[in-house]
């Protein structure tokens, strides 16, 4: 079992930036992937970005070169850096991790950005 718990949303004029961390309650080294995830509403949940236990990092189009996914396997967190934001990045944003048989989600953490 891993609980991961999100922090660090908020309210952001367009253009600003927002940092993002997820707490595992767990050693989160030995993880397939971690990620974050966002929905905003009447929309999908959709990929941000996700890292791999090698480092291997993957961004959806629409934030690629203005967010930045990394973790700390000795504190056993992950962030999501968002810069340049937009107000279409509005969503509740989760963070998952996955191992070989099991996914897990936080309880996810609001981010709007104003025009």
């Known amino acids: 079992q891993v609980q991961l718990v999100e922090s660090g949303g908020g309210l952001v004029q367009a253009g600003g930036s927002l940092r993002l961390s997820c707490a595992a309650s767990?050693?989160?080294?030995?993880?397939?992937?971690m990620g974050w995830y966002r929905q905003a509403p009447g929309k999908q949940r959709e990929l941000v970005a996700t890292?791999?236990?090698?480092?291997?990092?993957n961004y959806a189009a629409s934030v690629k070169g203005r967010f930045t996914i990394s973790r700390d396997n000795g504190k056993n967190t992950l962030d999501l850096q968002m810069n340049s934001l937009k107000p279409e990045d509005t969503a509740v944003y989760y963070c998952?991790?996955?191992?070989?048989?099991?996914?897990?989600w936080g309880q996810g953490t609001q981010v709007t950005v104003s025009s």
């Open positions: 890292i791999r236990s090698g480092g291997t990092t």
């Open positions: 767990r050693t989160i080294f030995s993880l397939n992937a």
């Open positions: 998952n991790a996955q191992t070989t048989y099991q996914v897990y």
